[in-house]
């Protein structure tokens, strides 16, 4: 057996108090108890992590420290000799970035008529989206509608989220599951039809659509089938390292990094989608994540060069339920879904010490008090951690209805000799999601003319807090949108000189305030070589 | 500290801590992975990785990612396979087997040998499904194939050529569109946002002052 005699004999107390736990309906939590948790254990209110920034649109505002070394390093452009007269790839639309919002972006350019290519730092599908478990949120059931929808984001979101955007999230969404139901993705549906559907933390109508725990996944996968039914050009393992701008500084094309060879290509496009991603990755405050490999920020820091703004930057999500044990698998997502489906968070003495679907932000910071001021985490050996009572499922439902609606996870413990079934997990927030990003207005453009962004790094769709379920949701809604907007725009732009002069004059800001040891930026890929 | 192990990374010794995963072992030895490296959690494909371990006649294969190394373990990553895949529209696409007969023929040359189902990560029934696909039962086919991480492990062992998770990609596809029964309240609901229906409770919403949205939130009703 790999558990501690410490851990065994905590488990003997979640076993012990199991069914009184089910029966039980935990209180949900005030708005001013929220706020009092949120601001005492959130990562996201811990000043010493983060700094302001020094240069740009954003001058003033806090930043993450790590993110803040990637907009003051030094443009990898400026140390590469680069012929922009050279253009080896010419197109209406350049959509950077593979996963889900790239994906969708490019099929809808494609529809549209434009001449379109998606460059990818990996291969299409190496995403984020890939890696959603639990569900995407759409209010399509009788008893729901788009303002429920709306209340519930903006609530989650406290407030802050740009309106505009959110009623097109909400109002789109719908049509974004019929979108995906017909290009052939596989929902969960009762044998008439009905989408099974659950409850997230903090919605208040069952509205997570999934199919099983492999939600992300199946819709990733059948996007990138579809991109390559197209004959959607995929450039792979070439990371856009700098926007090129034109002389009326518009969005003009990329420079192009062979990830594998280092040649370096432009990109002349008339529109630029960028669609680059969260940032897991950068590792913040040393949280591990539940991110991809490539989610280093990287589109945060391009767009920002060439002149877009950044909103909420400075807000993470950290999702509450990371695998905390065993060590192989430290920092990897437990779906939320697990909570839809009745599993509660228990502590060390078998206490369930909250309501399991708060919204993400006050459960995490829930779950850190816990361990840390009430004293009643379980040791891992690399910290506290939380019981999160997975064996309640089959107890609620029924036998076989984990192994049913929660194969991947099922699986991944299984892999290390854990039974999820039989055993409660033991989990602590993991580093899952980047709230903020580049602002756009709700055509999907950024401050930069002809520079669209969608997905993960837009800013502004889930104010300080996403929901579960809203992040496959905006991908897809706000990925289309851009392909939309790009092509139709695309059709009226002539573009004019192609320039990196912006990436210079932002390197002489950086040093007129007296930068030094600049680090390479964009990231591109953690360095995770002779570490561990 | 864990236990030191011996693992062969393509041939070569390197001693790793015992409790890392294939891919951790090949990073504490110092490499920079590009390839071969994705989701780092089981749900890419992107490290398909076949090993021996010193003394067993029997190929194994996994994802580096999702596995322990263990002592004299010989691993070479197989981070992309050239599988088949063949375009068509899905809109167009006849929903029999004819459709697995015109693009997939090699399916119908499966000899039986079950190499597929036995290297799966996912554990999956992979020579089965690609049965149901011979026969055009894609739903059964869908099914069998759900947790398919796409790796290419089990084409790489097929002795007739099969790319299997690109048949299973495509069963799946026609079972979601066109077998798997119409969500009737989902039509329907995208029929009142295109007329409109919607709009005015989402506007009378978005109008009202944050303290109002705040009474309205802190009180809503939570469906059971």
């Not at chain 1, 991603?277 to 060069?305: C, E, I, K, W």
Request: include cysteine.
């Amino acid at each position: 057996m790999i558990f501690t005699d410490e851990m065994l004999a905590s488990m003997k107390k979640v076993e012990a108090a199991r069914t009184a736990n089910i029966a039980l309906e935990p209180r949900r939590m005030t708005a001013e108890e929220k706020d009092a948790l949120l601001k005492k254990y959130h990562p996201d209110y811990r000043d010493d992590a983060f700094v302001p920034i020094r240069v740009g649109g954003n001058a003033g505002q806090k930043a993450p420290e790590e993110l803040n070394a990637m907009l003051e390093g030094r443009p990898r452009v400026l140390d590469m000799d680069i012929d922009l007269n050279d253009v080896y790839y010419d197109v209406d639309v350049l959509v950077i970035g593979g996963g889900g919002a790239g994906a969708s972006a490019a099929i809808e350019a494609h529809a549209a008529g434009a001449n379109v290519m998606i460059a990818t730092k990996l291969r299409i599908g190496d995403a984020n989206t890939m890696m959603a478990e639990g569900g995407i949120q759409a209010a399509d059931k009788p008893n729901d509608s788009p303002a429920q929808h709306y209340l519930d984001v903006m609530g989650g979101g406290h407030y802050c989220n740009r309106p505009e955007l959110v009623k097109k999230l909400v109002t789109d969404g719908p049509g974004a599951i019929q979108w995906l139901n017909k290009l052939g993705v596989e929902f969960d549906k009762t044998e008439d039809g009905t989408m099974i559907t659950t409850h997230g933390g903090g919605t208040s109508r069952k509205r997570m659509h999934a199919a099983a725990d492999y939600s992300g996944a199946e819709i990733m996968r059948t996007l990138r089938d579809e991109v390559l039914n197209r004959g959607i050009p995929v450039v792979d393992f070439t990371a856009a390292i700098e926007l090129i701008l034109d002389d009326q500084g518009h969005a003009a094309g990329a420079v192009l990094l062979n990830m594998e060879t280092g040649e370096v290509r432009v990109c002349r496009a008339k529109c630029v989608i960028l669609a680059t991603g969260g940032a897991g990755r950068m590792h913040y405050q040393g949280f591990p994540t539940s991110n991809h490999y490539g989610a280093t920020a990287d589109g945060l820091v391009l767009a920002y060069r060439a002149g877009a703004k950044l909103l909420y930057q400075d807000t993470l999500q950290y999702h509450p339920t990371g695998v905390a044990f065993p060590k192989q698998i430290y920092g990897a997502l437990v779906t939320e879904k697990v909570r839809s489906m009745g599993a509660k968070l228990i502590n060390a003495e078998g206490e369930c010490f909250m309501h399991p679907l708060e919204t993400r932000d006050v459960a995490a910071a829930s779950i850190i008090r816990e361990c840390s001021d009430h004293g009643k985490g379980v040791d891992t050996g690399a910290g506290k951690a939380v019981w999160l009572d997975t064996p309640m499922i089959d107890e609620i439902h029924g036998a076989g209805t984990l192994e049913k609606r929660l194969p991947a996870m099922l699986r991944m413990y299984q892999k290390f000799g854990i039974d999820m079934r039989k055993t409660p997990i033991l989990v602590y927030p993991t580093l899952h999601y980047q709230n903020g990003g580049i602002e756009i207005t709700v055509d999907g453009q950024s401050g930069v003319e002809n520079l669209f962004v969608a997905g993960e790094a837009v800013g502004g769709i889930h104010g300080r807090n996403r929901l579960m379920g809203n992040s496959l949701l905006d991908i897809i809604v706000f990925g289309r949108n851009a392909g939309q907007q790009a092509a139709k725009k695309a059709r009226g732009v002539t573009v004019g000189k192609l320039s990196l002069e912006h990436a210079r004059k932002y390197q002489e800001n950086l040093e007129k305030i007296g930068v030094e040891n600049q680090a390479a930026s964009p990231k591109l890929l953690p360095d995770y070589t002779r570490k561990f | 500290m864990a236990d030191m192990v011996n693992v062969f990374l393509f041939g070569k010794k390197y001693e790793v801590p015992s409790d890392l995963t294939i891919m951790e072992a090949m990073e504490y030895a110092g490499y920079k992975l590009v390839r071969g490296c994705g989701c780092r959690n089981g749900f890419c494909g992107a490290c398909a990785t076949v090993y021996r371990i010193k003394g067993d006649r029997e190929l194994k294969a996994c994802l580096a990612c999702s596995t322990r190394v263990e002592n004299d373990m010989y691993v070479a990553t197989l981070p992309f396979f050239p599988l088949i895949k063949e375009g068509y529209d899905i809109e167009k696409i006849p929903t029999d087997e004819s459709i697995m007969m015109q693009l997939y023929p090699e399916i119908y040359s499966c000899v039986g040998c079950n190499a597929c189902t036995n290297v799966c990560p996912q554990g999956l029934n992979v020579m089965q499904y690609i049965a149901y696909a011979q026969r055009g039962d894609y739903k059964k086919c869908a099914e069998l194939s759900f947790d398919c991480v796409m790796c290419g492990i089990c084409s790489s062992r097929c002795p007739a050529g099969i790319s299997h998770p690109q048949v299973a990609m495509l069963a799946r596809r026609i079972n979601g569109k066109y077998i798997a029964p119409e969500s009737k309240h989902l039509t329907e609901r995208v029929k009142e946002i295109e007329d409109g229906l919607c709009a005015d409770a989402l506007e009378a919403i978005m109008a009202k002052p944050v303290e109002e949205l705040q009474e309205l939130y802190n009180h809503r009703d939570i469906e059971k």
